[in-house]
Structures are given as C-alpha cells and as structure tokens.
C-alpha cells in the first residue's frame, strides 16, 4: 500500500470490481460507500485506465460502467467534493483521451478542450499520435456535438476539423494500422458535416478489435 492509497490495496480491489465481479457497478457503489472520500475517486480512475490499457478491446464496456455508476441512486456523497462524483471523473477521463456516453448530457470543457489538442497537435511526434488518436475516438464517438451552439466557444466546424484530421494524416502522424482506420472514419464523419446519425458507439472496437 502506498502512503497515499485511499485504502489498502484500492488499485487491485477498483481493478477487480471492473473486471471480474458478477456485478460490477454494484460492487464499485459497495467501495464508494464504505471509503466516499476523493482518495476513492482518483484510485478509481486510476484503476480504470489501469484496466482499458490492459484489455483495451473492453474498452466501451468500462466506459459503460462508469456511466452506470454516474447513473446509480446509491452512490454516495464524496467527502469534500462539492462538484459532484461525474464532474471529477470527467475531469480525471479527460487527460486521458477516454469518452464516455453522457446520454443527453454534453462533454465537459476539457473533453472538448481535449480534442482542440489533437486537432492543433504538431505534426510528427509519438506524443501527437497519441493527442490524435485521442481526438478521433471522441469526435467518432459523439462528434456531432462539438458542430451545434451547445459547444459554445468550442463548436467547430466540420469542414475545418476535416481539414486538420487530414493535415495529420498527410504528415503520417498517426501509424498504426488500426489508429489509421480510424482516423480515416473520423476524417469521413466530419466530411459529412459531423451528424448525430454518423457519430458511432465501436470507436475502442476499431483501434483495437476484440480478441477472438
């Protein structure tokens, strides 16, 4: 246990919650509940960055655990978090690159904060590839917001996002095959005016297909 662990052993008991209980998002409020404090919430993340890079093709799935917990009546009230358990969390997803489905809710200011990162990433470095990479899974996820007044100072418009994605793959920026493939996806949504009809929910499956 580190000195700074929310409770002994947290990383590994966050880290099985998400990938082995029968019951995951009632297994991570049982946690919350019996430690609500911000230590819980920052190893929470941790441990769930944890686990998507460990078996990234579960990606959308811990993704959707986490919405269902956002979405539990009985997660508890976090010991000096006045912002609300979703907004740190967001916030903590957010320098990660990681979207998740907010049903009607919009992407928080660093989400959106986080794909102008990608779209104005200097061309070239392993670093870039990664802010990239991180863009296209957000706007192929649900592009079609960041194109309505609901973004604010953050809208963009599509044509110019296309322009920026296809900047990067003229310059080879993104390298891997499956990265690539997804790039070109994100580069066709936002050809055809980033609609919420063309925004996709298998972006995790098309960077890194499920194992057979």
Not at 87 to 99: D, R
Not at 169 to 182: D, E, F, S, Y
Request: charged share 25%; glycine share 6%; net charge negative.
């Amino acid at each position: 246990m580190f000195a700074d662990d929310a409770f002994p052993n947290s990383d590994q008991i966050f880290k099985q919650a998400f990938t082995s209980a029968a019951d995951p998002v009632a297994r991570l409020v049982q946690i919350l509940n019996q430690y609500p404090t911000y230590l819980s919430i920052r190893d929470l993340v941790f441990s769930y960055t944890d686990v998507v890079e460990e078996d990234p093709s579960r990606g959308q799935y811990f993704a959707s655990t986490l919405v269902k917990l956002r979405d539990s009546p009985d997660v508890p009230t976090i010991i000096g978090i006045h912002t609300g358990l979703w907004y740190c969390i967001g916030s903590e997803l957010a320098n990660f690159h990681v979207k998740v489905h907010y049903g009607d809710q919009e992407v928080t200011r660093n989400m959106r904060a986080a794909i102008n990162d990608g779209l104005d990433a200097p061309h070239g470095s392993q670093e870039s590839e990664v802010l990239v990479v991180g863009a296209c899974i957000q706007l192929l996820l649900d592009g079609s917001k960041i194109a309505t007044e609901r973004a604010g100072t953050y809208r963009k418009d599509p044509k110019v996002v296309a322009q920026k994605l296809k900047a990067h793959k003229i310059a080879g920026t993104v390298k891997h095959p499956h990265a690539i493939q997804l790039l070109e996806l994100t580069i066709s949504h936002a050809e055809t005016g980033l609609k919420p009809e063309n925004d996709r929910e298998d972006a995790w499956n098309i960077l890194f297909p499920p194992k057979s």
